[in-house]
C-alpha cells in the first residue's frame, strides 16, 4: 500500500512555455560543503564544453553526499544566477520528491550520454 496522494496537476501551460526550460545532461566531478549554511551543498558540474557551480539543497538528505560524484543527472541551466550563503549558483539540480516532501533521489539518464545533451 501506498502512502503518498499526488498533489493534483497543475494548471495547463503551452509548450512554448516548456521550450523555454532548457535542462541538460552533467556529471557531478565534485560535491564540497557550503560552511555557511545547514542545507547547501556545493557542486561543481561538467556539462561537456564547460563547467559550473550549482548549489543544491541537499545537505541533510544523504549519509554520503560524496556518493553522487561521478553521476551523471539533469539540471536546469538557463535560470539567472543566485547568490547563496555567500557562494553563487549557476542553474538548479533537477531532483524528484523535494516538492511533495520525501526524500528527493536525482533525475539520471537511464544509460550514459555525453554531458550537455538537453532534454525535450
Known amino acids: 500500500m ?3 496522494t499526488p498533489a493534483p496537476v497543475k494548471s495547463t501551460i503551452s509548450v512554448a512555455d516548456v521550450e523555454k526550460i532548457d ?3 552533467g556529471t557531478i566531478v565534485a560535491v564540497d560543503d557550503v560552511p555557511n549554511s545547514g542545507k547547501l ?3 561543481t558540474v561538467d556539462f561537456g564544453d564547460h563547467r559550473r557551480t550549482i548549489l543544491a539543497g541537499m545537505k541533510t538528505e544523504r549519509a554520503n553526499p560524496l556518493e553522487i560524484v561521478g553521476v551523471q543527472a539533469l539540471f536546469v541551466v538557463n535560470l ?3 547568490r547563496m550563503a555567500g557562494e553563487e549558483s549557476e542553474g538548479m539540480l533537477f531532483d524528484i520528491g523535494f516538492a511533495d516532501g520525501i526524500t528527493p ?3 539520471v539518464p537511464e544509460r550514459a550520454i555525453p554531458n550537455g545533451v538537453r532534454a525535450g
Do not use: G, H, I, S
Open 80 to 82: 539567472e544566477p543566485k
Open 23 to 25: 535542462v541538460r545532461v
Open 2 to 4: 501506498n502512502p503518498f
Open 41 to 43: 551543498l556545493k557542486l
Open 105 to 107: 533521489v536525482l533525475a
